[in-house]
């Protein structure tokens, strides 16, 4: 990881979804949890040939681990996936 990709700023996630808390926690990077606190898992933005793409991982039990569940092409397609 670069200084530069440290040294961006954490923003807010550019969709709502209903029923759930979607929180930044590093540049690209945001925590999905449901509004009581449960943690589900993260989505991360990132491009691939020069496009915006959006990746979803769900925590396993534990909270540890966590599985994959796709690659979208946009922020609230990636969220739909935790309700």
Excluded: K, N
């Amino acid at each position: 990881m670069s200084a530069t990709t440290l040294a961006r700023p954490r923003e807010s996630f550019p969709a709502r979804v209903p029923g759930l808390t979607i929180t930044p926690v590093a540049a690209s990077l945001w925590r999905v949890s449901r509004p009581g606190g449960a943690v589900l898992g993260h989505i991360e933005r990132h491009e691939l040939g020069g496009l915006e793409r959006w990746s979803a991982r769900r925590l396993m039990s534990g909270g540890i681990r966590s599985m994959p569940l796709g690659e979208f092409w946009s922020a609230s397609d990636a969220a739909e996936c935790f309700r």
